[in-house]
């Protein structure tokens, strides 16, 4: 079984930096998108990354390009999104997710259809 435990948001202030970090274990095979994830207070869910394990490609919503970047340690079997340039509208929860099915399509579809989630982390960033 697929399982996700997503950790590290807080609060920062705005130009500020934070890493995310998902755990991850139970995947059979690569093939499986796995991504982040938020949803502010009043406002549908979003994609912020996403790639399929295995692949090189990884899709970023157009808000946080240039500002976060999506990596892996697979020997640690660990998600990381690094977040740098904070500003006030990224605050929300973040989650991590995983399912099968095709990344760019999870990205803007803000996950729908993906299986299996982590508890949020919250990330607050103040002005």
């Known amino acids: 079984e697929v399982q996700l435990q997503a950790s590290g948001g807080g609060l920062v202030q705005a130009g500020g930096s934070l890493r995310l970090s998902c755990a991850y274990s139970?995947?059979?095979?690569?093939?499986?998108?796995i991504g982040w994830f938020r949803q502010a207070p009043g406002k549908a869910r979003e994609g912020v990354s996403c790639?399929?394990?295995?692949?090189?490609?990884?899709y970023y919503e157009d808000s946080v390009k240039g500002r976060f970047t999506m990596s892996s340690d697979n020997a640690k079997k660990t998600l990381y999104l690094h977040m740098n340039n904070l500003k006030p509208e990224d605050t929300a929860v973040y989650y991590c997710?995983?399912?099968?099915?095709?990344?760019?399509?999870?990205?803007?579809?803000?996950?729908?259809?993906?299986?299996?989630w982590g508890k949020g982390t919250q990330v607050t960033v103040s002005s």
């Open positions: 997710a995983a399912g099968v099915g095709g990344s760019y399509y999870f990205l803007r579809s803000g996950g729908n259809g993906m299986r299996h």
């Open positions: 139970g995947f059979a095979s690569d093939g499986y998108a």
């Open positions: 790639t399929n394990r295995g692949d090189d490609v990884t």
